[in-house]
């Protein structure tokens, strides 16, 4: 185990070793999962080397003799994990006291079926403290958020009624939004689990003992294999797809090239994994964002290492999201979390190269921010008297949404992590395609039929929706789709095109 400087990073400051753990023969068990408490440490956060059970615990002992039978395929992944060989059974995990909220008999036991990060936590202390400090164990959170109305009301209704949701929920948050960000779960009578809410693995689900989270959204039970996390196919169960295309960018990215052709030389299933030292073909995501250098351990803090936020219709810095979130990473300043990623690439890039990227990936994001994303977001906003108060419930409304939500982070992701085609094509083309034949036109008709309204405060508003298009438009960036283009620039232009016909025309 190597004892590394950190270079700094919220709980990353922890004194480190590779595993934390807590646990030997007498730890207490089962978990004391009474309180509710959520962001606070789980336990003390300064851990022993991880050592196992001596043996099997006669508990566990029972469940095995009963369950390699009724659930062979269980039982062998199982068998073929450290758990295993580290004597940590079925009782030490899924044990429950009778008063836990989920505490069901089972045979001569209590049991829950549930094993959340706080009872992760009694052998695995600072792994779950990073995680529980991260945005993923938050990623729940947004069950409550306006944007739900998406898979509650416009995509779905509330007829999948179920024991214990009587009133009613969306098929289509349950099986979606919830399958990636968590589910609330719902014990019922007898501690079984209600069939909305479970089987789910989302990364910020809600457990029944107030925690939040879900270690197996990333550690398939129950090998709980490392080498299948640093896989990208794992981060690619959530991070896919038209408004977050992290694994499809990485696949089209060098880097995944380089992952894909050399997976076997990946050393994937080493317990030490130091990039440079233990591999050096490719990184992969768990490499990027969470796996050992040589100057940083490991973090279950995915957010150390990122220096922008680019969900949100304008990119923002971590520390500013983590603040709105309440995580302790509201104290770590982006330029050190750009450092800790530096560091990653520091294993297999001269620094040049580094500061290079950094700076097209900044240009990126200053161009989409003040290009499209705050022009669009004050056009928006100028739209909103006009616009019918239901959310989605106006054209207007998804082509904005597309634009910033699916488009605008495409663009951004893909230049973050090396992938030029969408950043391009599915990102800054689509970005103005949609805003000049779109965006623009619904704008300038929502303007033109409110002009003449009988309502004043509507023809005020159309009044200054209109002043704002134009002012839009005739800024710099946009001026030359109103014919506009500044003469030396249109000059330079026609000329290079000149140039260029002359080069390649037959
Ligand atoms: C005598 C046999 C037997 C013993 C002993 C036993 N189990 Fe089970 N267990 C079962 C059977 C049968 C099922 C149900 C399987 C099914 O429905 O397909 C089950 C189901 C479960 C479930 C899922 C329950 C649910 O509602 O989804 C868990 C978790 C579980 N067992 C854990 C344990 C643990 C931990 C122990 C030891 C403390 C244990 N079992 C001991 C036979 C046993
Ligand atoms: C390292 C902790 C750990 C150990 C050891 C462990 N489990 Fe689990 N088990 C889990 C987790 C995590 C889940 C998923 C539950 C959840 O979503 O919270 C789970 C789920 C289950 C389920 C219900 C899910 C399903 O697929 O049907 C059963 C049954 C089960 N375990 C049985 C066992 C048995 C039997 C053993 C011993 C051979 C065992 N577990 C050992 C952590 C553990
Ligand atoms: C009773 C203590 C205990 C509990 C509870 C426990 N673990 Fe472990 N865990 C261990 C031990 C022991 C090892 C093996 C360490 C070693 O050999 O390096 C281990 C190893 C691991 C590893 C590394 C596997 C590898 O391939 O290197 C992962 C991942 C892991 N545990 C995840 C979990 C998760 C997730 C939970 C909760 C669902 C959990 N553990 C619950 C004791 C525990
Ligand atoms: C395929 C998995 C998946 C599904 C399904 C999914 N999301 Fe997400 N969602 C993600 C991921 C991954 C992110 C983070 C993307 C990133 O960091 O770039 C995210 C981000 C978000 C955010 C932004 C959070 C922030 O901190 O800025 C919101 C809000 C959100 N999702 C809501 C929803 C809602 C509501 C639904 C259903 C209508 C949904 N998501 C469906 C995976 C999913
Ligand atoms: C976002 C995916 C993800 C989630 C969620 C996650 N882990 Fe991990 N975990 C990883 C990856 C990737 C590694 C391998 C890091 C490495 O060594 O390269 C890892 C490694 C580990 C290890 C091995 C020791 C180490 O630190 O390298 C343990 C133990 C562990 N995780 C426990 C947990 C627990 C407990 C939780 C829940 C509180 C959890 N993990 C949640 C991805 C995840
Ligand atoms: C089960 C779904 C799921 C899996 C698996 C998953 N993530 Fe995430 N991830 C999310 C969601 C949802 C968010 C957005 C959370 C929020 O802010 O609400 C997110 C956010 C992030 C962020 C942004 C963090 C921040 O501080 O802004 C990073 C980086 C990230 N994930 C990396 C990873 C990596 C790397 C893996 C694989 C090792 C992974 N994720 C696996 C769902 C997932
Ligand atoms: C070569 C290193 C590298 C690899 C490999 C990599 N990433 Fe990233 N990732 C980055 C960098 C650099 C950023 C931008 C950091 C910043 O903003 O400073 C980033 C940003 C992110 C974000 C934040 C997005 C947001 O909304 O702000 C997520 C989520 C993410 N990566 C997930 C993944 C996933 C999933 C994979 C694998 C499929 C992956 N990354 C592979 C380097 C990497
Ligand atoms: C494990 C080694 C490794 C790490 C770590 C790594 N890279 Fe790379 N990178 C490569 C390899 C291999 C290539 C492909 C070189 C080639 O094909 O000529 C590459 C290519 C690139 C490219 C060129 C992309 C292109 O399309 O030409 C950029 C830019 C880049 N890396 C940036 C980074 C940044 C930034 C980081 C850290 C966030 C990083 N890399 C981390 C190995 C790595």
Redesign the pocket.
Same mark, same amino acid.
Request: proline content about 4%; glycine content about 4%.
């Given at each position: 185990m190597r004892f590394n400087p950190v270079i700094i990073g919220g709980l990353g400051l922890v004194p480190l070793v590779?595993?934390?753990?807590g646990a030997s023969g007498d730890a207490p068990l089962p978990s004391a999962s009474t309180s509710t408490a959520t962001t606070k440490p789980l336990v003390t956060p300064v851990a022993p080397q991880?050592i196992g059970l001596k043996e099997i615990s006669k508990e566990s002992r029972e469940c095995i003799d009963c369950h390699r039978k009724e659930s062979p395929g269980l039982y062998a992944q199982w068998g073929e994990s450290k758990h295993y060989r580290g004597n940590v059974g079925c009782y030490e995990c899924h044990a429950a006291r009778r008063d836990d909220p989920d505490a069901m008999r089972h045979y001569d036991f209590t049991i829950s079926v549930i094993v959340s &990060?706080k009872d !992760? +936590?009694r052998?695995?202390t600072? *792994?779950?403290e *990073?995680?529980?400090g991260s945005h993923? +164990?938050k990623a729940g959170r947004i069950l409550g958020s306006l944007d739900n109305v998406l898979a509650e009301v416009v995509e779905g209704n509330s007829a999948f009624v179920t024991p214990g949701h009587p009133e009613g929920v969306s098929a289509a948050a349950a099986s979606g939004c919830w399958q990636c960000h968590g589910s609330q779960i719902k014990v019922l009578p007898g501690g079984g689990l209600d069939p909305s809410t479970w089987p789910n693995t989302g990364?910020g689900r809600l457990n029944p003992d107030g925690s939040e989270?879900?270690? +197996?959204?990333?550690?398939s039970r129950h090998s709980?294999s @490392?080498a299948q996390?640093?896989q990208p196919e794992? !981060?690619g169960k959530c991070h896919l797809g038209p408004d977050h295309p992290q694994k499809e960018i990485y696949e089209e990215s060098k880097h995944g090239i380089a992952y894909a052709a050399n997976i076997d030389k990946m050393n994937l299933g080493s317990?030490?994994?130091i990039v440079g030292e233990d591999y050096h073909a490719a990184p992969?995501? +768990?490499?990027c964002?969470?796996? *050992?250098t040589r100057n940083q &351990? @490991?973090t279950?803090d995915?957010g150390m290492r990122i220096s922008w936020n680019n969900r949100p219709v304008t990119s923002i810095r971590p520390e500013v999201s983590d603040g709105k979130m309440g995580l302790p990473g509201k104290d770590v300043p982006w330029q050190v979390r750009r450092q800790n990623m530096k560091d990653v690439c520091s294993a297999c890039h001269s620094k040049p190269w580094i500061e290079n990227f950094y700076t097209q990936y900044d240009a990126l994001i200053d161009l989409y921010n003040n290009k499209f994303a705050k022009p669009g977001a004050a056009l928006y906003a100028a739209a909103k008297p006009l616009l019918k108060p239901v959310k989605f419930g106006n054209k207007l409304d998804f082509i904005w949404f597309e634009l910033w939500h699916h488009e605008g982070r495409r663009a951004r992701h893909a230049a973050s992590m090396m992938g030029p085609d969408y950043t391009h094509w599915h990102g800054t083309y689509e970005i103005a395609q949609h805003f000049y034949t779109d965006y623009i036109p619904e704008l300038e008709e929502l303007a033109e039929k409110n002009l003449n309204s009988e309502d004043p405060d509507r023809v005020k508003a159309a009044e200054a929706l209109k002043a704002k298009i134009e002012e839009v438009l005739n800024s710099d960036d946009h001026k030359w789709f109103i014919g506009k283009m500044d003469p030396e620039e249109a000059a330079r232009r026609a000329k290079a095109a000149a140039d260029f016909k002359k080069r390649y025309a037959k």
């Open positions: 590779g595993i934390a753990f991880a &990060p !992760c +936590a052998c695995h600072r *792994e779950t *990073e995680f529980i993923h +164990a990364i989270g879900s270690c +197996a959204a990333c550690h709980f @490392v996390a640093r794992t !981060c317990s030490k994994w992969t995501c +768990a490499t964002h969470m796996s *050992e &351990p @490991v279950h995915i």
